[in-house]
T-cell receptor
């Protein structure tokens, strides 16, 4: 079956603009995660969804970052007033009810000029 | 706090040589440990996890709670093993993964 998909695959934006990144999890997966991979950094956790609720938002770096999930499926990560330090690869992952294995999408590469 | 340390950014070996990618962690409870791998132009994927105690593609990893380590080993490296390897931890009651900064393994012919 189809894996986790993310769009766009690449996004170039100007400092100060808002961006939306989309994640389509594997069908039937109830858990969804967002991570960020910056140059020279490991993968940093941003937010975790179980269904439509987000019990763990501890990794969101500032209030410019927000995310939502609707219908227990698609999730959108929004970055407002982008800054150059937001440039990174944003990865989405999903997992099933037992939440043992997280399956990752291909990522969205964001470049803020 | 949960922390994963991978001290080597790059590990370069010749085909057929043994490989050990180091991973140390910091966590006060009983963690779940994972190794993820990212081959060139592919997405990040699970390689193995300590709970399964399995060998995948010839790789093994043993959780050493005394040394708080979860090193990844393979007795004879192959060129197709060249990839980026990430060690990850999940704490008790948490769902998120905490990743190390990764080690790039380069296997030369």
């Amino acid at each position: 079956g189809a894996g986790v998909s993310q769009s766009p695959s690449n996004k170039v934006t100007e400092k100060g603009k808002d961006v939306e990144l989309r994640c389509d999890p594997i069908s039937g997966h109830t858990a969804l995660y967002w991570y960020r991979q910056s140059l020279g950094q490991g993968l940093e956790f941003l937010i975790y969804f179980q269904g439509n609720s987000a019990p763990d938002k501890s990794g969101l770096p500032s209030d410019r970052f927000s995310a939502e999930r609707t219908g227990g499926s698609v999730s959108t990560l929004t970055i407002q007033r982008t800054q150059q330090e937001d440039s990174a690869v944003y990865l989405c992952a999903s997992s099933s009810q037992n939440q043992e294995t997280q399956y990752f999408g291909p990522g969205t590469r964001l470049l803020v000029l | 706090a949960q922390r994963v340390t991978q001290p080597e950014k790059l590990l370069s070996v010749f085909k057929g040589a043994p490989v050990e990618l180091k991973c140390n962690y910091s966590y006060s409870g009983s963690p779940e440990l994972f190794w993820y791998v990212q081959y060139s132009r592919q997405r990040l994927q699970l390689l193995l996890r300590h709970i399964s105690r399995e060998s995948i593609k010839g790789f093994t990893a043993d959780l050493n709670k005394g040394e708080t380590s979860f090193h990844l080993k393979k007795p004879f490296a192959q060129e197709e093993d060249s990839a980026m390897y990430y060690c990850a931890l999940r704490g008790t009651g948490f769902q998120k993964l905490v990743f190390g900064t990764g080690t790039r393994l380069l296997v030369s012919p």
